[in-house]
Every structure is written in structure tokens, then in C-alpha cells.
């Protein structure tokens, strides 16, 4: 490993910038083309989920892909991200759901802060897969969920400071990272704010399907692009709110409460498990 530098499992390069920057776009097209549609169009996700989940697994697969040629990936990266990917899965069903409470959030969160941008999305997704699978909630949302818990842990992982760790000897201020409470004060922001945005991202996700809604909420296929965005600002004030709110606020807590710990010891695994340094086998 290199000094002075904290070894990430997945970092990006230019092919993994690339195939994460695709297949984004690709997610962004998924749950934003209702908007732009006309009214003669049939909008069901139930017909276009299974595409973009057949799209989305080879594309998690080109990320990982990608970063190998960029700058390597060995089976100590994939141990760290079964692991994780695991207890992600395991810590969804404590809250089931239930108002929000979801501390599935708060390991995504510091994991993708400490690992990097390129391991986080992999590792959102493909805990959000594992997750669902375990809880029985397969279903015509699940590559959205995918893509969009991708995204809330790869953004941890583009916050500033986290990249630099200091020479031996040096002071921590030396160079110039984000460690301590100011850490932990920008992960619970971080936690609170994605919280939120995942609840109104996974809205379009259903929103422009559900009929019988008051006029002043429904989605209205060929409506001038404001208007529904109004009407859609609307059903999440009136509907999602109750259940964003409390997942934001849960993972404040658990991040102020727990971030410390849980962020020394996924720092303490990866500097053990030397990304960076090649792996090597000893004769009998």
C-alpha cells in the first residue's frame, strides 16, 4: 500500500467513471421517461422492470469489471463486499419498513464514505438485491431500489476529505482530511439529506402508475412537464414524508451514536486487508 494514502477496495479510474456514469444515465432515463411521455403511451413498470433489471446486473458487473482493468481488484475486495452486502441485507428487515426505520442506510452510508465511490455503488446494489431476496420483496421496484441505493452510497463516497490519510508521523490536520466529530456531522447530514432523496427518487419510481388519486396529486400522461412536477411535489408532501422523515432521522442517530466505532473498524479492515498491495503465494 502506499504511503500516506488510505487503500480503497473499489477506486475509480477512467473505465469505472465511465460504466458508472452510464449506467446512471441509464437509471435516470428509468424513472424519469414517464414525465416526458404522451397520453397514448402505456406506462407500466411491471413491463419495463424486468429490462432494466437484465441491463442493470451486467452493468453492476462492468463496473467491477472496469475498475479490474483501471487498477486491480483482488478476492479481498469481493470478501469486503460480500460481507457488507450481508449485513446491509441482514439490518433492512429490523425496521421492515416500518414509518421509515430503516438503519440499512447508516452501514451504506460509511461504508461507501470509507471504501470509495466505485465499491459504494456496487455495494448498495448489490445489498439491496441480497435484501430483497431475504425479505421476500421482489418485485417490478427492485432495480430501482438497486440503482438508487447504488447512488446514496456512492455519493458518500465523492464527499470531501476522505481521501488522504496521513505519513507516519505526521498529524492527522496534515493533510488535510475530515476526521472526528466534523466527520460524523457531515455523514449524518449526508445520511439525512440522501434519506430523504431516496424516498422522492423511489416515488417516481410508482407514482405515475396509481389511479383514483385526487386530481391535485395524480399524474397526468402529456401534461405540460411543471405541472405534474407540481402535482408530484404534492403526493410526496401528502404520502412519503411520514416515511422519509423517520428514515433520515434514524440514520442521524445511528451515525452520531455508532458512525465512530463502525468507521474505525471498516478503516482498520481495509488497511489489513491491503487493497493495494499485490497479492502474492508462498511456495508449500
Not at 487503500?7 to 479510474?13: D, E, N
Not at 405541472?227 to 410526496?236: D, F, I
Amino acid at each position: 500500500m502506499t504511503a500516506g494514502r488510505q487503500a480503497r477496495a473499489v477506486r475509480l479510474g477512467p473505465r469505472s467513471v465511465a460504466a458508472l456514469v452510464l449506467v446512471s444515465a441509464i437509471g435516470v432515463m428509468a424513472f424519469g421517461w414517464p414525465l416526458l411521455a404522451d397520453s397514448a403511451s402505456g406506462l407500466a413498470h411491471s413491463q419495463d422492470a424486468p429490462w432494466l433489471f437484465a441491463a442493470l446486473l451486467p452493468m453492476l458487473l462492468a463496473v467491477v469489471l472496469a475498475t479490474i482493468a483501471d487498477v486491480g481488484l483482488d478476492a479481498k475486495a469481493i470478501a469486503m463486499l460480500g460481507v457488507l452486502a450481508a449485513a446491509g441485507a441482514a439490518l433492512r428487515p429490523l425496521g421492515a419498513g416500518t414509518a421509515g426505520v430503516e438503519p440499512m442506510f447508516f452501514l451504506m452510508v460509511l461504508a461507501g464514505r470509507v471504501l470509495g465511490p466505485g465499491f459504494g455503488f456496487v455495494l448498495g446494489s448489490v445489498a439491496m438485491f441480497a435484501s430483497a431476496l431475504l425479505t421476500g420483496g421482489v418485485g417490478p421496484w427492485l432495480p430501482f431500489q438497486m440503482l438508487t441505493m447504488g447512488w446514496v452510497s456512492m455519493g458518500a463516497g465523492l464527499l470531501p476529505g476522505a481521501v488522504e490519510d496521513p505519513p507516519a508521523g505526521a498529524k492527522p490536520r496534515a493533510c488535510g482530511k475530515l476526521r472526528g466529530r466534523r466527520e460524523l456531522a457531515l455523514l449524518a447530514a449526508y445520511g439525512a439529506v440522501s434519506a430523504v432523496l431516496y424516498g422522492l427518487v423511489m416515488n417516481l419510481q410508482g407514482w405515475p402508475y396509481l389511479a383514483g388519486m385526487a386530481s391535485g396529486v395524480s399524474f397526468v400522461p402529456g401534461d405540460p412537464l411543471d405541472e405534474n412536477l407540481a402535482r408530484y411535489v404534492a403526493y410526496c408532501l401528502a404520502t412519503s414524508l411520514g416515511w422519509d422523515l423517520p428514515r433520515a432521522l434514524v440514520t442521524v442517530v445511528l451515525t452520531v451514536t455508532l458512525g465512530g466505532p463502525v468507521l474505525k473498524a471498516l478503516r482498520r479492515a481495509t488497511r489489513r486487508a491491503a487493497f493495494d498491495a499485490p497479492v502474492s503465494f508462498g511456495e508449500g
